[in-house]
């Protein structure tokens, strides 16, 4: 599972950048942005498809790693927010959904 997290982590960052890279660029044209989301997109499959591939190899199902995988994208999401967008604020309501999400990934994977 290490390394189905560690590709899964790496794989979200390079997709953040390509949905909300772009946003800091607003006097690109609209084809140029998808232009360059589609590219760095491409690594994200490159990262993408061996987690899940490695992880169900591993006996994660389906469903476990796309749980797993909405978690890891919205950990990278914060950080990313925080970093990139300086002046974004973190409501406390974005804290409590974010804190539900998680919790659903420990419900998904616990051994009940």
Known sequence: MPTTVLLL???NVFMTFAWYG???RTSWPLWLAI???WLIAFFEYCLQVPANRIGFQ???D???LKIIQEAITL???IVFVKLYFEHEPFKWNYGVSFG???AAVFVANHKW
């Open 9 to 11: 982590v790496l794989s």
């Open 62 to 64: 389906p469903t476990r």
């Open 22 to 24: 772009h946003l800091k």
């Open 35 to 37: 232009g360059v989301s």
């Open 75 to 77: 950990a990278v999401f």
């Open 100 to 102: 539900l999400i998680f």
């Open 58 to 60: 591993a006996g994660i």
